[in-house]
């Protein structure tokens, strides 16, 4: 996918996350992740409401009492992979430098990514489908959570701690490097070791910076 500018884009009007958390599953958190699985594995054009009802093992009357539409399924999948990261911005306001901060997000971001591998993939091959009010609402979820990422790299670049000639670029980097797990991740990897292997592809690699200096 192109990478987004975020250059003037606002923070989506939701109001800023409180907390980051894992709540409890729902049985709406069941029927999104039973859609995205099918969704991956025969294509979203190709699925019906019976066929996500049968994949959730319930009556397709059932299902209309949780979503309207098919539509309705995949857009609660991309907020999934959209909205709910927000929370880990947080962890850009925290204690500790640029540096400190950053890797937290990039830990949580990694975790989050490999609890959800499917609704991500899912996410990224069908945002085409969503309704155009949809795709707009997602679209700026994603800018806004690349700007934060910019502006802390732009703060660690004036304080001499990453090095990089353009913050909007290596937020890009930081986001395509991280967001492409999802292509190859299977469910039997160490998630331990993913995460400190791209703390140190990001940090390291793409912004330069050495935790000795």
């Excluded at 409180?18 to 992740?33: F, N, Q």
């Excluded at 880990?88 to 890797?103: I, K, V």
């Excluded at 299977?186 to 940090?203: K, N, P, S």
């Amino acid at each position: 996918m192109e990478p987004v500018r975020a250059d003037e884009v606002t923070e989506p009007g939701v109001g800023k996350p409180t907390a980051t958390h894992e709540r409890p599953r729902t049985r709406r958190d069941e029927i999104v992740e039973a859609a995205a699985r099918y969704f991956a594995e025969h294509g979203y054009a190709n699925a019906g409401m019976r066929d996500i009802a049968e994949a959730v093992g319930m009556r397709g009357a059932s299902l209309y009492n949780h979503f309207h539409s098919k539509e309705e399924i995949l857009y609660a999948i991309a907020l999934r992979m959209t909205q709910d990261p927000q929370e880990d911005l947080l962890l850009l306001d925290g204690d500790g430098g640029p540096a400190q901060r950053l890797t937290a997000l990039v830990e949580a971001h990694v975790r989050r990514l490999a609890r959800h591998r499917v609704e991500h993939l899912v996410a990224l091959r069908e945002l085409n489908a969503l309704t155009p009010e949809h795709r707009r609402v997602v679209t700026d979820y994603r800018k806004y959570y690349q700007r934060r990422i910019r502006d802390v790299i732009e703060a660690g670049t004036r304080l001499g701690v990453f090095t990089t000639r353009d913050p909007y670029r290596s937020a890009v980097a930081v986001l395509d490097l991280m967001n492409g797990i999802s292509w190859w991740l299977r469910d039997d990897h160490d998630v331990d070791q993913l995460v400190a292997d791209y703390v140190d592809f990001t940090i390291r690699g793409v912004l330069h910076h050495d935790p000795g200096s």
